[in-house]
């Protein structure tokens, strides 16, 4: 590709409204152009990008021996109505009608449609298994579309259904596209973890997430340094299901001004005396749900280092949390409690509420007590009790790792995530409802057994960049990168020596397969240069006069501080 005929459009600045790194670079490299909330259109650069993590995932999708097709954006309400979704799914379902006032929904995802194909398809045990795919655009009326491609409302997934004869081999067919979903993001060179996600009715261990870590991340992931444990919160939760986090939602629902009880009220709704002394307890989050209560995975139990008066807590020196209860910034908890930036104690959390700075955390402690071991009993623990720490943190590694960190192989830490992938065994959700079966050996029908796999195809790229940028711009992974190397002549127009050296160059790289771009722009090197590194190419030869006499390039990856000169007759081997 020649410069001069792509479209490059980069920004010195991105619009204030983009407030995480990958959005900002998205835009300023001209890879996304925003047409309305949570939709964007993806422009060549980002396109580029966008087709070559298709291309990954697609290569091995096929070669865990799934099968593609493709399945309309647009579906029928009958068959959502069938599978009970069109009501259960509240408003991030897009519902529409046709001409004729018949209701269609723009599909979120696709089970519907491909349990209507399994059931007119499937006939025998001896088709199965089946697992098919698509890759293909979605639309979720998102309640916060935020950060660029990284939430938005129309997005590209590739989902993947499979279908088995019974709930064991639906097992085997999920661990093969758990392992195939290691294999893509072990090409895509990124950070990231496999954490059990909560499985709903099936239970056991059948549901994952994978979760590229990154500050800016939406979900809270828990996890073991020392051993295999990994988990997101609603699963770590899970273990504990009256605890503290379900008490406070439930509290503050209750509430007549939600975000104004005050401390005596919370503990009056919660049964519990309001004591005096307890080990520090705070309930932090970042979303809030519709009526201010707090909302989803977004709630993070923060046990501090050491004793705090709660009364210290609760008037303290934070503007208004002498109302007992109020929204405080993560810099005035920092500076509240004098701890490190970020730390907080036993549970070793070492990001969560810093990487958020810009959100509000709601704190609230009064409430935990000494006194009710109803209330605030965790799988055996009384949270109010007064433990000294090692003990505190040995009772909390069992109360959220359960009886999956059963080695005790060390504190467990949290971090932030970025939820790029997902697997699940669905079981007969949709296949009973649905009426979907086959024929056994004996002739019986069954009820087909499933499964279902999403990657988020755009959000790739945008975690990508969260986990690969510096001052400069974006520095792409090369297997994602929009080009994988960039030539860049100085003096092009003037130098008919630069001109056929750097076409020389761009042919035998384009012959060998490379994905090479040659900018033939005639822009001034400081501007060209300024381009690619914000871009993110991670490979750049510089062709100058001066070079073409001393018989060496310039070649710089996008992550050197300085360039090396490569002899001219080895650059095209180095790059292959
Ligand atoms: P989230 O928790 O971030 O809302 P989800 O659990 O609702 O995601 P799934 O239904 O599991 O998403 O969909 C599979 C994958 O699709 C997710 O793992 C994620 O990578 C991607 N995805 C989901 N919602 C969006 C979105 N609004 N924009 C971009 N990608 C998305
Ligand atoms: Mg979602
Ligand atoms: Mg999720
Ligand atoms: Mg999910």
Not at 468 to 475: A, Q, S, T
Not at 519 to 525: I, Q
Request: charged share 25%.
């Amino acid at each position: 590709m020649k410069a001069s005929r792509f479209f490059i459009s980069t920004l010195k600045e991105a619009p204030a409204d983009a407030e995480i790194v990958s959005h900002r670079l998205m835009l300023r490299a001209g890879m996304i152009k925003k047409l309305g909330t949570g939709i964007y259109t993806y422009m060549p650069m980002g396109l580029r990008v966008i087709r070559k993590v298709e291309a990954i995932v697609r290569e091995e999708m096929n070669r865990a021996g799934a099968v593609e097709l493709t399945m309309p954006v647009v579906q029928p309400a009958e068959l959502w109505e069938e599978s009970g979704r069109f009501q259960a799914y509240g408003p991030e379902l897009l519902r529409i009608k046709d001409r004729h006032d018949r209701a269609f929904v723009v599909q979120p995802t696709s089970e519907e449609v491909v349990t209507d194909i399994a059931r007119q398809e499937i006939r025998s045990y001896k088709q199965l298994p089946k697992n098919f795919y698509q890759i293909q655009t979605k639309f979720r009326d998102e309640r916060r579309p935020r950060f660029g491609l990284m939430r938005g409302r129309e997005f590209i997934m590739k989902d993947a259904y499979s279908f088995d004869r019974d709930l064991d081999s639906a097992k085997a067919s999920y661990k093969i596209m758990a392992d195939a979903y290691r294999r893509i993001f072990d090409r895509f060179g990124l950070r990231y973890r496999a954490v059990a996600a909560d499985s709903g009715a099936i239970g056991g261990d059948v549901s994952q997430e994978f979760q590229v870590i990154a500050a800016t991340g939406e979900d809270a992931i828990v996890y073991c340094p020392n051993s295999d444990y990994a988990a997101n919160m609603e699963k770590a939760e899970a273990l504990a299901p009256a605890g503290p986090r379900a008490a406070a939602t439930q509290a503050l629902a209750k509430t007549p001004t939600p975000g104004k009880a005050t401390c005596e009220d919370v503990a009056q709704l919660l049964g519990v005396p309001l004591a005096t002394t307890v080990k520090s307890l705070v309930l932090a989050t970042d979303k809030l749900g519709p009526d201010g209560e707090l909302a989803g995975s977004q709630v993070w139990l923060l046990l501090l280092r050491g004793d705090h008066e709660m009364n210290e807590i609760k008037v303290g020196k934070v503007p208004g949390l002498d109302q007992g209860f109020r929204f405080a910034t993560t810099a005035e908890i920092d500076d509240h409690f004098g701890c490190e930036p970020g730390y907080l104690g036993p549970l070793n959390l070492r990001k969560p509420v810093k990487m958020v700075a810009d959100r509000e955390v709601a704190v609230m402690s009064d409430w935990i007590t000494g006194a009710n071991e109803a209330d605030f009993h965790m799988t055996g623990v009384n949270w109010g009790r007064d433990l000294p720490e090692p003990e505190l943190v040995a009772d909390l590694r069992n109360v959220v790792a359960g009886d999956l960190s059963p080695d005790g192989q060390g504190v467990l830490a949290i971090e932030r995530g970025i939820e790029i992938g997902h697997v699940f065994v669905l079981g007969t959700k949709y296949s009973q409802p649905m009426n979907a079966t086959f024929l056994d050996e004996a002739g019986k029908p069954q009820l087909l057994e499933m499964g279902c796999y999403g990657i988020g195809i755009t959000r790739l790229p945008a975690a990508a960049i969260e986990q690969n940028n510096d001052e400069r711009g974006i520095i792409w992974p090369d297997a994602i990168a929009p080009f994988t190397v960039v030539l860049c002549p100085i003096g092009m127009d003037r130098s008919d020596d630069v001109k056929k050296a750097a076409q020389a160059l761009y042919e035998d790289l384009l012959a060998a397969g490379v994905d090479v771009l040659l900018d033939d722009r005639g822009e001034r090197p400081g501007a060209m240069f300024a381009d690619w590194e914000l871009i993110g190419v991670p490979h750049r030869v510089v062709i100058s006069d001066r070079g073409i006499k001393e018989g060496q390039y310039e070649y710089q990856h996008r992550r050197d501080a300085a360039a090396t000169k490569v002899p001219v007759a080895e650059v095209a081997a180095f790059l292959k």
